[in-house]
């Protein structure tokens, strides 16, 4: 009896529940900011590079969510952005400062979103690498390198 019970039952659980995955492959993850190339700049001087290892700077991908954050020691930020990852190209989009107690409330200034290398509210990156281990991606004016946590 006990036997058909559960026969019964385990269809039952398995279409309540609902799994979500990610489909992200090696994107999903933290991911450290490690340097910054300037590639271009505003009035044509030549760019640099700058290791950003000490920044604390982080993207975050999971599911269609990725956070920007921020923690230094000093500043402490978190944003959160939707994305779409397909082939050799990164959007990220619809910005949200992360504050619960006042509702996750849109960015409407890029600027604020310049310590993370994002110019717009809504970017289209090019991926020049992802692997398990590292991610760079690039503009016309910016590279960035990330190193996987």
Known sequence: MHRLLLLLLFPLFIVSCELETSDNGNLDGLWQLYATDTLRTPNGTPGGSADMRESGKIWAFQGRIMMLRQDDGFHHMEVICKFEHEGDWLRVYDPHFSNREIDDPPID?????????????????????????????????????????
Do not use: C, H, I
């Not at 717009?120 to 991926?127: E, I, P, S, T």
């Open 109 to 149: 200034d890029p600027e604020m979103l310049f310590p993370y290398g994002l110019y717009a509210l809504d970017n289209r990156l090019q991926v020049v690498t992802l692997s398990k281990d590292w991610l760079v991606v690039q503009t016309d004016e910016l590279r960035l390198k990330f190193r996987k946590y």
